[in-house]
C-alpha cells in the first residue's frame, strides 16, 4: 500500500480554557487553503456556539472516527479532522484507519453566534488533553469558539510549531471520492422522531471484534425501522452495525434520524449514511459495503478519470468553485458553457482530488480542498494505473461493440451493451461491474474516447 507522511504544523495545541468571562475552545489550524491562496495558519471562525454541549459531544464523535480501525484493529496514528468553512457553516470531517467508515459534523448558522464563517479548508487539532476537557462539558454554558489564531496573533506566528506527523495512505485519500459518489446515489429512506432513533440506536450491538458478521438490512415501518431477512422494496443495509458507535456520543440530544441508502438491486451489500439532526447541527455517518472492505476500493471515480475531456472540464469547473455550501450544476453549467451532465462529471473527477464533497441533506455537493497532496490518489489508483498502461502499450484493439485486451499470457474480450461495459477477466466475474470497471473495460474506454496515455499512444 503508497502511503507518506503528512506532516501537520499548528501554532500551538488546541485547548478549552476557563477564564473570569467563561469558557473558550481554541481550535488551532494547519496549513489549509483559503480564498487569498495558501495559509500557515487560516483563520475560519470567532463567536459562540448555540449549544456548546451538543458541538463538544460531535466533534469528539468525528475525531473517535478518525482515531478508529473497525476492521484488523491496530495501533495506528490518525490523522486530524478536517475543518471546511463554507460561509455558513463549518464541517467537520474524518475518515477511519480502515477507510471503511466517513463521519462528518455541519455545525449550521443557526449553531454559531459570531462573526460570518470565513471560507478555505485546513486540518484542526484535537489532541488527548483536548479531547477529556471536552468530554467533561456536561452544561450549556457560553463557551466561545476559535476556529483558527487569536485575531492579534495572525501575522505574528513565527515562533515555534507543534507538529504532528501521520501515515498518509492512498487508499485513505481514494476513499473520500469514493464516499462522495457512493452518497450522491443514495434516497432518503426513513426518518425517525428522536425517541425511535435513540432506541433503534441503542438496540444496536456494540462488539469490540472486528465488525466483519455481514451485512444486515432494515426497513421502514411506520416511524420506526424493523430488521428484514432480505432487501425488499426501500431497504437499507446496515454493515457492520457496530461502526455506528460514535453516534452514541449525541444521541440524548438527537431530534430525529435520517437514514440514507441507494436502490436495492439484488441482495449484494452497499453503502449506507446515517445522519442524527441536532439542534443547528448534523452528524453524519457513512459506512462502506463490508467492515472488510473500504470504500478506497468501490470503483465508482474511475470512469471520471478515463478522459481527457473530463479532465479539461474539471480544470475549468475548479475555477468557478467558491467554497459553496450548496453547489449548483446548473449555474455552473450556466457560466462554464459546459453541458450539465459534464459539469456532473467534473464535479466526480474533482471529489477524486478531494476538492467537492456531498450533503445528503441538502442533496448537493459542496466544495472544499483536502489540506494534502490529494492528486496522489489519482496518480497511484492501481486500476487506473493499469490502465494506462495497457492502452498506452498497443493492448487494445476494437471491433464494434467488441474489443480485445491483451493482458499478460492472455486476451479478453469486453463487450458493450446498453452504454455498459462487460469482460471475460475474473474481476468482472467476482463483482459484476459493483465495485466499478476491471482495469481492461478502462483501457478499452480510454482508447475509444482518445485519452492521452502513457507513451502518448491515443
Known amino acids: 500500500m503508497t502511503r507518506s507522511v503528512q506532516a501537520l504544523a499548528y501554532a500551538r495545541p488546541s485547548a478549552l480554557e476557563s477564564s473570569q468571562v467563561g469558557a473558550s475552545l481554541g481550535l488551532e489550524t494547519a496549513g489549509g487553503l483559503t480564498p487569498r491562496g495558501a495559509e500557515a495558519h487560516p483563520r475560519f471562525f470567532a463567536g459562540f456556539l448555540s449549544a456548546p454541549r451538543i458541538a463538544a459531544r460531535g466533534l469528539l464523535a468525528v475525531a473517535d472516527v478518525a482515531a478508529a480501525r473497525y476492521y484488523q484493529r491496530t495501533l495506528a496514528a490518525s490523522l486530524d479532522p478536517v475543518v471546511t468553512g463554507n460561509g455558513d457553516r463549518l464541517r467537520f470531517e474524518s475518515f477511519s484507519g480502515c477507510c471503511g467508515v466517513y463521519a462528518r459534523l455541519d455545525v449550521l448558522q443557526e449553531g454559531l453566534e459570531g462573526e460570518r464563517t470565513g471560507h478555505g479548508t485546513t486540518n484542526v487539532d484535537v489532541n488527548n488533553p483536548l479531547r477529556d476537557a471536552l ?17 492579534l496573533a495572525v501575522t505574528t506566528l513565527d515562533g515555534p510549531v507543534v507538529e504532528k506527523k501521520v501515515p498518509l495512505p ?12 457512493a452518497s450522491a446515489g443514495f434516497d432518503l429512506r426513513a426518518e425517525l422522531s428522536a425517541a425511535q432513533a435513540v432506541a433503534f440506536l441503542r438496540s444496536l450491538p456494540r462488539g469490540s471484534g472486528n465488525a466483519a458478521r455481514g451485512a444486515q438490512w432494515v426497513v421502514a415501518s411506520g416511524s420506526a425501522l424493523r430488521p428484514t431477512t432480505r432487501p425488499v422494496a426501500g431497504a437499507v443495509c446496515l454493515p457492520g452495525p457496530e461502526r455506528l458507535v460514535a453516534l452514541q456520543r449525541v444521541l440524548r440530544h438527537a431530534t430525529a434520524l435520517r437514514v440514507y441508502g441507494p436502490p436495492v438491486a439484488d ?11 441536532l439542534p443547528g447541527m448534523r452528524l453524519t455517518l457513512t459506512l462502506s459495503p463490508d467492515a472488510s472492505r473500504g470504500f478506497s476500493g468501490e470503483g465508482g471515480v474511475l470512469a471520471a478519470l478515463a478522459t481527457d475531456e473530463a479532465a479539461a472540464d474539471a480544470e475549468l ?44 441533506a441538502d442533496a448537493a455537493d459542496f466544495h472544499r480542498e483536502l489540506p494534502y497532496d490529494a492528486d496522489r490518489a489519482e496518480r497511484h489508483n492501481p486500476r487506473l494505473v493499469a490502465a494506462r498502461e495497457l492502452a498506452g502499450a ?8 467488441l474489443a480485445y485486451v491483451a493482458s499478460g499470457d492472455r486476451r479478453y474480450q469486453v463487450r458493450e451493451s446498453d452504454g455498459k461495459l462487460t469482460c471475460t477477466c475474473q474481476w468482472w466475474a467476482d463483482y459484476r461491474g459493483k465495485r466499478g470497471p476491471c482495469k481492461h473495460a478502462l483501457a478499452v474506454t480510454m482508447v475509444r474516447r482518445g485519452a492521452t496515455v502513457a507513451g502518448g499512444v491515443r
Open 267 to 277: 441482495g449484494a451489500p452497499v453503502a449506507s449514511a446515517w445522519e442524527v439532526v
Open 170 to 181: 492512498d487508499r485513505w485519500l481514494r476513499g473520500f471520492a469514493e464516499a462522495q459518489v
Open 317 to 360: 469547473v475548479s475555477v468557478l468553485l467558491a467554497w459553496e455550501p450548496t453547489i449548483e450544476p446548473a449555474t455552473l453549467a450556466e457560466r462554464s458553457g459546459l453541458s450539465v451532465e459534464r459539469v456532473r462529471a467534473a464535479l466526480t473527477r474533482l471529489g477524486t482530488a478531494g476538492r467537492v464533497g456531498y450533503d445528503l
Open 135 to 151: 468530554s467533561r462539558i456536561t452544561a450549556d454554558d457560553p463557551l466561545h469558539l476559535r476556529v483558527g489564531p487569536e485575531e
Open 394 to 401: 498497443g493492448a487494445v484493439s476494437l471491433d464494434g461493440t
